[in-house]
């Protein structure tokens, strides 16, 4: 399983850095999200985990994320829990 730790900084430039890494983890199976340092996150970062996450059903491998209590609350507040932690052990 390869695993992605996320930048501190979890915005519309990382998220744009990370986005081709992703599709590519992909291909070859499932991934870890470690997103435990997360101190600040946009929309951009959340659309990028949602999409990382469709993908991932599609074909039929799983994405595995590690929110910090930020990156919960900021999931939380967008009503996305169910969509980005649902098999999560968060």
Excluded: H, W
Excluded at 34 to 52: I, K, N, P, Y
């Amino acid at each position: 399983m390869k695993t992605f730790v996320l930048p501190a900084q979890f915005d519309r430039i990382s998220a744009a850095a990370l986005a081709p890494e992703f599709a590519d983890a992909l291909g070859t199976g499932p991934i870890r999200i470690d997103a435990s340092g997360v101190e600040r996150v946009g929309q951009c970062g959340l659309q990028l985990l949602l999409s990382a996450r469709a993908t991932a059903s599609d074909r039929g491998v799983g994405v595995e994320i590690i929110p910090s209590n930020v990156m919960r609350d900021a999931i939380r507040l967008s009503g996305l829990v169910d969509s980005l932690l649902a098999g999560n052990a968060a």
